[in-house]
């Protein structure tokens, strides 16, 4: 189990919250025209100790891993997130609809604690094809002195219909280490909305969430990113690129989730990783480029503020 936020942070998540609720009611207004692609940029001050502390200790990382450098996955999950759900907005489907389908994640640089950050992030694409729409948005994050620390791309996704068959093909045997366990309980949601500001009612409403078709709440995707990202680094690898796809929604309350890694077969240095419970239900999936091993980051030329 996880610990227990204060529900105090709450009061610290007034920037994405208010751009929770700007982005719906913008994704509910008639719209002309193509897609927006244009670059938003924001800068936001450091967080507090208090929160970056009940962050890493909900995440299950170890105490004094975060004291002088942000977690990686708390960049994407709370700092960038209101610079996401303003380019999911900017999609022509609702904002409440959208769930979170996966990230991609490079590491180029650690990020002090104590830094002010700057985000920016272009909407790429938003289509559908009748039963599924994919809104797909990239970011950069960086810091005064260093103008590109991480970049990330978010992956999310509205359900329109239910496709017909739905069947998965097959997938590639190879064989997983569990590096670790994690049982979300039921109000799981609701602690990482104290700690990201991310309300979205599926995750934290019960009563909302048993109208739909999931018929109860589910985990943020991002929470269980943060937890296998987590059990990554306790298993005694850095990461210097992650790629994650949310395969299935996970509820609340969950089973015991497995962390898996495996030795890809290719020689790319990858290693592939997976969130899995006793039955075989895979609810994450992707691989991991461990820090040893860093990919040249993009060419980026910032824009003025």
């Not at 670059?39 to 450091?46: A, C, G, S, Y």
Request: hydrophobic residues 40%; glycine residues 10%.
């Amino acid at each position: 189990m996880s610990t227990d936020p204060s529900p105090r942070l709450v009061l610290q998540q007034g920037g994405v919250i208010g751009a929770f609720l700007g982005g719906a009611v913008k994704s509910l207004l008639p719209r002309r025209g193509g897609l927006d692609h244009s670059e938003i940029v924001r800068t936001t001050p450091p967080p507090s100790r208090e929160l970056l502390r009940a962050y890493a200790a909900w995440s299950n990382a170890p105490a004094g891993r975060y004291d002088d450098a942000l977690p990686p996955h708390f960049v994407a999950a709370q700092v960038a997130l209101p610079v996401i759900s303003a380019l999911t907005a900017r999609s022509p489907y609702p904002l409440l609809g959208v769930l979170n389908q996966g990230i991609h994640l490079g590491v180029y640089h650690s990020i002090p604690a104590s830094a002010r950050l700057t985000v920016r992030g272009h909407l790429v694409d938003a289509s559908d094809d009748g039963y599924r729409a994919r809104i797909h948005s990239a970011l950069t994050v960086g810091t005064p002195d260093l103008p590109l620390a991480m970049e990330l791309d978010a992956y999310a996704a509205v359900v329109l219909q239910r496709r017909p068959g739905g069947a998965s093909g097959p997938h590639e045997e190879v064989a997983f280490e569990t590096i670790g366990r994690w049982q979300p309980g039921a109000d799981e949601g609701r602690k990482f909305f104290y700690l990201t500001g991310d309300f979205n009612p599926i995750h934290t409403w019960q009563a909302f969430a048993r109208r739909t078709r999931f018929r109860g709440c589910i985990m943020h995707g991002f929470g269980g990113f943060a937890q296998a990202f987590e059990a990554i680094r306790s298993a005694g690898h850095d990461i210097a690129d992650i790629d994650v796809k949310f395969v299935r929604p996970l509820p609340l309350p969950g089973p015991e989730v497995l962390i898996q890694v495996a030795a890809t077969v290719d020689s790319s240095g990858r290693y592939a990783l997976r969130l899995t419970d006793a039955s075989g239900s895979v609810y994450h999936a992707g691989s991991f480029l461990p820090g040893g091993a860093r990919q040249k980051p993009k060419t980026v030329t910032p824009a003025p503020l």
